[in-house]
Nanobody, 122 residues
């Protein structure tokens, strides 16, 4: 199970921190990713991190503004979102993958959280 939280309404230029708590599986054995889906659009990759942590991988649209991190002791992955833009408005989903590669692909993920709404206003 994956439970995402931390979404909300924020003004452009502001920040939010999303959390995704995992339960029922060995969190440290899974790569983790964040995706988002805006109304009328397909779900798209945002960021990912391998099992052991270390560097994050990002979509070009969020690079330099978003930071993915994980705490294996707390079974939680985070997405720190800074300098938010109107186009960041979407439902954000966390996902877990047994893969070590191809983490930008939706098909690489085995489990998905329920999503948390992020709305950026002008």
């Amino acid at each position: 199970q994956l439970q995402a939280s931390g979404g909300g309404l924020v003004q452009a230029g502001g920040s939010l921190r999303l959390s995704c708590a995992a339960a029922g599986f060995t969190f440290s054995s899974y790569s983790m990713g964040w995706f988002r889906q805006a109304p009328g659009k397909e779900r798209e990759y945002v960021a990912a991190m391998s099992r052991s942590g270390g560097r994050g991988y990002y979509a070009q649209s969020v690079k330099g503004r978003f930071t993915i991190s994980r705490d294996n002791a707390k079974n939680t992955v985070y997405l720190q979102m800074n300098s938010l833009k109107l186009e960041d408005t979407a439902v954000y989903y966390c996902a877990a993958s047994t893969a070590a590669w191809g983490l930008a692909l939706l098909s690489s993920y085995d489990s998905w959280g329920q999503g948390t709404q992020v709305t950026v206003s002008s």
